[in-house]
């Protein structure tokens, strides 16, 4: 008995050139669906860009690009994809699931689209929570001007999320605590799907001891962090750049920091790197196995972001062996405390708070013989998450969702 070939269809206006977790899921994802056997599944990536155009990556899977609008300043994102050139792309390829990647207008340009087909022709619709915007895009921002501002924009938020993602066949979620989040908040059909890391590629024996050599430029002892994050706020930049100097003091030394990517904040990256001796600006990084040598090549990594759903760049810094400080919210919280406590990989804090931010550089500083053992755990944690593991359990709902449907017509 043959199975009839799954018929995928992926669509994301987070998915940038220059985007981090979010591209490197897409790119590892058309990577393994390219490996799989033609009459198993079909894959189908919708790219916005500049033009349409169509793109055979493999024996059954594409890179459909359809026109999109770029978001202006320094970013490579393109929203408010051609609903015209979707419909297009829906028609083309009549797939049994469509995975919606990002919760602004795309929702609903693809819910409308999908409508208008007949009953019998219409795919299942598979939401993934890539950014837990209620509350770091809308609740957050609008806390800037008063705390009863933050929390009525992220209610209605929410209630746009539950009227948008509940019309949904599957919310696909990478983190428990987040699932939780979004479980009290009213979304159904929640499926806890992590994402992955090539422990191949990121692994220890990336370190790069001329790259080792340099950043301590003659100090054996120095301290070396990588922060290698979109440069905007809710990545914790600036808490890391105002707590700078007192962990200088704190240490009696400058740490090396490398500075890897892009974003709204650049020009605070490089007027920090233009004042500090041993700071410095590498850009952005797009080879996995550069930014893999750059991880195993520092001894810590920051994930100060309290509003990350998974924390692909935290995984990464762990499958490479650093040790870490993270917030004590969202995923970096969970990845740490799962890596065996807190006393696993790194240590925990408040958000955007600088002191504490240099009281545990300080501590993680005094405690360097626990490092080895830190690291071992952190390595040990990132290996049980493949990406190999990530999209077979996507590819199982996407199933389980097909033959639903396949039933109920």
């Known amino acids: 008995m043959t199975t009839k070939p799954l018929t995928a269809l992926d669509c994301n206006e987070f998915w940038s050139p220059s985007g981090g977790g979010v591209r490197r899921y897409h790119l590892e994802k058309m990577a393994f669906f390219r490996k799989q056997n033609a009459d198993t599944v079909r894959h189908i990536m919708v790219m916005p860009g500049p033009e349409a155009r169509t793109e055979q990556t493999g024996p059954d899977t594409y890179i459909e690009h359809v026109p999109a609008f770029k ?40 819910l409308s689209i999908v409508d208008e087909l007949p009953e019998a022709d219409r795919p299942r619709i598979v939401g993934f929570w890539h950014s837990d915007f209620p509350v770091t895009y809308v609740g957050r921002f609008f806390a800037r001007f008063s705390r009863m501002l ?16 509940n019309r949904m066949d599957a919310i696909l979620v990478p983190s428990r605590l987040i699932l939780e989040r979004l479980r009290l908040n009213g979304l159904q059909n929640l499926h806890h799907v992590p994402l992955g890391v090539d422990s191949r590629t990121f692994t220890p024996a990336a370190l790069d001891e001329s790259r080792v050599a340099d950043l301590k430029a003659g100090m054996p002892g120095r301290l070396t962090i990588f922060f290698g994050h979109r440069f905007a706020e809710e990545k914790g ?28 904040d650049l020009d605070l990256v490089q007027a920090a790197v233009k004042a500090n001796a041993h700071m410095r600006y590498i850009g952005f990084v797009r080879s996995p196995q550069e930014m893999a040598a750059w991880y195993a090549s520092c001894h810590m990594g920051l994930a100060l972001s309290g509003w990350e759903t998974f924390g692909l760049s935290i995984l990464e810094a762990m499958a490479c062996g650093q040790i870490l400080i993270g917030v ?20 925990t804090i408040p958000v955007a708070d ?6 545990a550089v300080e501590k993680l500083w005094n405690d360097r013989g626990s490092w080895q053992e830190r690291s071992r755990k952190a390595v040990a944690y990132a290996q049980r998450l493949t990406w190999e593991r990530c999209f077979e359990r996507e590819v199982e709902i996407y199933r389980n969702l097909a033959t639903r449907g396949s039933n109920e017509k």
């Not at 015209?84 to 995975?99: K, S």
């Not at 933050?150 to 993602?165: K, N, Q």
């Not at 930049?237 to 709204?264: D, Q, S, W």
């Not at 406590?341 to 240590?347: D, E, I, T, V, Y």
């Open 328 to 347: 004590n919210q969202g995923a970096a919280r969970e990845h740490i405390e799962d890596s065996a406590g807190n006393g696993g990989a790194g240590l």
């Open 237 to 264: 930049l600036r808490t890391f750049l105002k707590a700078y100097p007192e962990i200088c003091a704190r240490l009696g030394h400058e740490p090396a920091v490398v500075f890897a990517g892009t974003g709204p």
């Open 71 to 110: 978001f202006p300043g320094n970013w490579e994102y393109r929203l408010c994809p051609s609903t015209r050139a979707l419909r297009a792309v829906i028609l083309r390829h009549r797939p049994d699931v469509i995975e919606v990647g990002s919760p602004y207008l795309l929702p609903g340009r693809i």
């Open 150 to 165: 933050g929390g009525m924009t992220e209610a209605m938020a929410w209630m746009y999320a539950r009227r948008r993602y």
């Open 354 to 359: 600088p002191k504490a931010l240099a009281e």
